[in-house]
């Protein structure tokens, strides 16, 4: 399988299975930001850097904890998708690169199905919010995928418009709760929580799973 031509969605929907824990191994141990300044990018502190992908003179991609988005050509995706798309190669010689030049052991621990809540977030708060985002995120990126339009002019289906509307902010919030400033994530959970988007937003994706073939 050729290499996710955009950049823009995540490697984890092309490969079932056991790949898909390899992946999720890989993109646990690696941050796209790691594997910028180990081929050869210059990071600044704050995460930006000229981009790969596009004639970049000023840094204007953003490398978070687990995905990249370029502010000047919209590439996006985690970092597998970076290197695929670094190298020209497929996602998955892109997660046997990263597992050789790491030294990660892509083969997985046993896994439960509970969503990958990574970061451990000291306060359960925070850990519901991160769970709930990302359960959310999950679904957003397969409606990405799956219901973009065919053609330029095509008329937009629903959920692909929700996906493209609601993916900067999710994408924001797990930043929020996942990065370095604890303060930040605290608050950002505080006001998902208390405002109610967080019940909200898992009882609305309760209604998906009553409906999982639709989405699985
Ligand atoms: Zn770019």
Known sequence: ????????FSSQYFYGGKIMRVFETI?????PMQAAEHYGLRVLPNGMTCCPFHKDRHPSMKLNKDYFFCFGCGASGDVIDFTARLFGISLKDAAEKLAADFSINPRPPEQSEIPNCHAEPTRDRERLCVCVLQEYLRHLRIWQLRYRPEKPGYPIHPRF???MKALPTVNHLLD????NDLLLAEKTAEMLCEEGYTRRLSEYLGTLSEKEGDCA
């Open 176 to 179: 929020c709760l996942l990065g």
């Open 1 to 8: 399988m050729p290499a996710n031509p955009s950049g823009y």
């Open 27 to 31: 993109k646990a141990a690696v941050t």
């Open 161 to 163: 418009a929700e996906a």
